[in-house]
């Protein structure tokens, strides 16, 4: 039988879904931490190695469910080639938040500005998966209430921008259009797409799609649908720019 899709907010099913999916996919899911007395879950394909790694992560931000969801229905729909793809998951790295429709964790913290703090219990224990693991590609999945339609952010490195953000953005605008906001957050953006140079940080702290940039390398980037939009669509998008940012590493 095949995992049910994951819907708002019902960590209990999602939990439930992935590891049906994970049985039959061949993939390991454990929890690595508890954070607010619930479990992080950590999903591995038995061929991560030391190279070219894949990182996908969803549900940092609780109250952005169609992230989370939309990964899920990648996964879902890759079920009978996950195992070949070097993938390491957090599906849902903030699940009180999740619960509670929450960006925050249940102490008020962001959990997507604490990747400076080499002491906090997530980031230690991403960080000690990830020493011995090189990636080539890494995905935070995320949502925007402001948001007008999907956008990205990829690490500005200087010189040309990679084509492959442009191709991301491609993949799912017959679902929802782009956003065409000239500024974001105060940042420029240009086509949907906006590159953060990394000494103009947010000065709350460091976030986790910075935190990978810096320290393993490979191509970032930080997937973004618009809150207000109808759930479905949202969950359909994230699924189409995962899809086409794997797809283009690779796998
Ligand atoms: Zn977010």
């Not at 996919?25 to 929890?31: E, V």
């Not at 479990?39 to 894949?54: D, H, M, Q, Y």
């Not at 995905?139 to 999907?150: F, M, T």
Request: charged residues 25%; hydrophobic residues 35%; aromatic residues 8%.
């Amino acid at each position: 039988m095949s995992p049910e899709i994951i819907n708002f907010h019902n960590f209990k099913q999602a939990i439930r879904s992935w590891r049906n999916l994970c049985k039959q996919a061949g993939l390991s899911i454990r929890s690595v931490v508890e954070i607010d007395g619930m479990p992080v879950l950590e999903i591995r394909s038995p061929t991560l190695g030391a190279k070219k790694g894949v990182y996908i992560s969803a549900g940092i931000h609780g109250d952005e469910p169609a992230a989370v969801a939309g990964l899920f229905s990648w996964a879902n729909r890759k079920i009978a080639v996950l195992a070949n793809i070097p993938l390491l998951i957090y599906p849902c790295l903030n699940p009180w938040g999740f619960l509670n429709n929450s960006r925050t964790d249940k102490s008020g913290v962001d959990l997507n500005r604490i990747w400076g703090q080499a002491d906090h219990p997530l980031v230690q224990v991403v960080s000690k998966k990830l020493q011995s693991i090189e990636l080539c590609l890494s995905l935070n999945l995320h949502e925007d209430y402001d948001g007008q339609g999907i956008y990205l952010y990829e690490p500005g490195r200087g010189g040309r921008p990679d084509s492959l953000a442009e191709k991301i953005l491609s993949s799912a605008e017959s679902i929802i259009r782009r956003d065409c906001r000239k500024t974001i957050e105060g940042r420029k953006v240009k086509d949907g797409m906006i590159r953060p140079r990394l000494r103009n940080l947010p000065k709350e702290g460091k976030p986790e799609a910075v935190y990978l940039y810096e320290n393993k390398g490979g191509r970032n980037f930080t997937l973004e649908t618009p809150s207000e939009f109808a759930f479905h669509d949202r969950r359909s998008a994230h699924k189409l720019m995962i899809e086409c940012a794997v797809n283009a590493s690779g796998y």
